[in-house]
């Protein structure tokens, strides 16, 4: 079904971000010179209860929920594996890459005029807004590491 496979997909983008995020709260909490791990907290939060969100909606539309990353996973803790050794604003960088390729997902769901009510609801009430927010405070590290 067209849907699972969506939410699926969806769901293996919120499992590499979390995978992701904690590769770089781990960096940062083991290297004190480039800074706090915390201001990431909130947003590997929010990852783990849209993994969260994503697991309830395939299995209640009678779905299996992917257990892992995938390729997409191993690639994005490659790039930030290499953002890791370059420091904190190139860690920064490429989280708000996966952020903006998130929220781009997600709004080329929402164009989609057969997307069922439940999903085009989820998307639009956490999701998307979830991604927006992280965008703006990865700008808003981002300025501060610039200063």
Not at 17 to 36: F, I, R
Not at 45 to 59: F, G, P, R, W
Not at 75 to 93: C, M, R, S, T, Y
């Amino acid at each position: 079904m067209h849907t699972i496979d969506t939410l699926n997909k969806f769901l293996k983008d919120e499992l590499s971000a979390t995978e992701t995020y904690q590769q770089v709260q781990d960096k940062l909490a083991e290297d004190a010179a480039l800074g706090e791990s915390k201001d990431l907290r909130p947003i590997y939060e929010d990852h783990k209860e849209a993994v969260s969100s994503l697991q309830t909606l395939i299995s209640q539309l009678g779905g299996t929920p992917c257990e892992d990353s995938g390729a997409w996973g191993t690639w994005a803790q490659i790039v930030q594996g290499g953002a890791n050794l370059l420091g904190k604003e190139v860690a920064l960088k490429s989280l708000q890459s996966g952020e903006k390729s998130g929220a781009e997902a997600y709004e080329e769901a929402l164009q989609e005029t057969e997307l069922p009510l439940e999903i085009r609801s989820l998307i639009e009430t956490q999701l998307l807004p979830a991604q927006q927010a992280h965008i703006r405070a990865l700008d808003r590290l981002l300025a501060t590491e610039t200063d």
